[in-house]
């Protein structure tokens, strides 16, 4: 049920096209809420005939211009409405902890490869989320939005740094058995 809110959410920051839509995705929602570009446009149709979003009025409309939309009212209602909903955090599911698991029980050979493989994406990934970090929130950006926007940010530098320290430890564990 998230991503017609993550879209919502996007709308409401800036009216967008599809196209737009897809790329700022691609650029800051799409770390936390991935979605591919047909799950995006397919969303914008369910939204619009719900009459939470709506396309702007073009000026002159011509065959294949792009739609843009904006959030209707009933479409704020919507979000602020799932924004305050309580929900349990969702139970972790990730193959590489399985994979150990199993390791455990037919052997670990090649596993030390994988988690070595995992640590570099974890270090790639933190570095991609540093710099995002330098270029969008500067010390003097502390508009209450930004820092909000900064909080999501650190909290996915901080989940990359733990697996980092997991990944590593995991790695000394693997060698000393």
């Known amino acids: 049920m998230s991503l017609p809110h993550a879209i919502l959410t996007a709308l409401l920051e800036k009216p967008s096209s599809g196209l737009e839509l897809t790329r700022r995705f691609d650029k800051s929602i799409g770390y936390f809420w991935s979605a591919t570009h047909q799950q995006i446009y397919r969303e914008l149709g369910r939204l619009e005939q719900a009459g939470l979003i709506r396309a702007l009025p073009t000026a002159q409309p011509a065959r294949g211009q792009k739609k843009e939309y904006e959030v209707l009212p009933a479409g704020r209602a919507e979000l602020t409405a799932w924004a305050t909903?309580?929900?349990?955090?969702?139970?972790?599911?990730d193959a590489l902890l399985l994979r150990i698991r199993a390791a455990a029980v037919v052997g670990t050979e090649g596993l030390d490869a994988e988690l070595h493989r995992h640590l570099d994406l974890h270090r790639r990934q933190l570095g991609h989320y540093r710099e995002i970090e330098q270029r969008d929130f500067p010390p003097e950006r502390q508009a209450p939005e930004d820092r909000l926007r900064h909080?999501?940010?650190?909290?996915?530098?901080?989940?990359?740094?733990?697996?980092?320290?997991?990944?590593?430890?995991?790695?000394?564990?693997?060698?000393?058995?």
Request: no cysteine; glycine share 12%; aromatic share 8%.
């Open 85 to 93: 909903a309580g929900q349990d955090p969702k139970p972790m599911r």
């Open 151 to 177: 909080l999501v940010l650190r909290g996915g530098i901080e989940l990359e740094r733990f697996w980092i320290g997991w990944l590593q430890e995991a790695i000394s564990t693997l060698r000393e058995n």
